[in-house]
């Protein structure tokens, strides 16, 4: 379907030429009713991730990364890439920094730093623990039934090289990152245990 926007619309008034929108993320579409009323959005350079309520096309709510990464320079905390899954907000930085927030109030749950620079993508997985499950379940057991098999939530970032988390916070210890920030690192997040990583 076509859809066309009656007015131009612009994250800044008044506009600003120097900037770029990077990337629009949505929870839904018309396949999942109430789901998709909201888009995300942020420009590069900057430090601000928006939302958008599709219905008025109004900015409702703005989050700065700078305001949780209080001992970055602007430079460092600027948006790298952002992606919504189900009620969470992930953001990437430029220093290497997740921020996991909440999609709806905006506000910031946890952030990590899991990369040395850049977070360059991330994408949200589903998994299920299948062959472990399904080996445990008796005879004759559906092991497709929703009740037999529990869905974990995971996270994938690709960002430049990889930050030791445990190494780096343990106390009176300072490592050396261990990989250089030229190679592109796959890290994997368990996205159910996000209040761990609000203590690092």
Not at 105 to 121: I, P, Q, S, Y
Not at 129 to 152: I, V
Not at 184 to 200: N, P, Q, T
């Amino acid at each position: 379907s076509l859809v066309v926007l009656k007015e131009d619309l612009n994250h800044f008034d008044p506009r600003c030429s120097k900037v770029n929108v990077m990337h629009l993320s949505t929870q839904g579409g018309p396949d999942r009713p109430g789901v998709g009323s909201s888009v995300w959005s942020y420009v590069f350079p900057g430090t601000v991730i928006y939302k958008w309520e599709v219905q008025t096309w109004y900015n409702t709510h703005k989050l700065d990364c700078k305001d949780h990464l209080i001992n970055l320079d602007a430079g460092s905390c600027q948006v790298t890439c952002l992606q919504v899954h189900g009620p969470q907000l992930y953001v990437g930085t430029t220093s290497g920094h997740l921020l996991v927030c909440d999609a709806a109030k905006m506000t910031c749950l946890a952030h990590v730093r899991g990369h040395v620079e850049d977070v360059k993508h991330i994408i949200p997985v589903s998994s299920y623990p299948g062959l472990q499950l399904s080996d445990s379940l008796p005879l004759g057991t559906n092991q497709d039934a929703p009740g037999n098999r529990q869905q974990k939530s995971q996270l994938l970032t690709i960002g430049q090289g990889y930050n030791y988390l445990i190494q780096n916070h343990m106390e009176g210890v300072h490592v050396k990152q261990g990989r250089p920030s030229t190679e592109s690192i796959l890290l994997v997040w368990d996205a159910d245990s996000w209040e761990l990583a609000g203590r690092c």
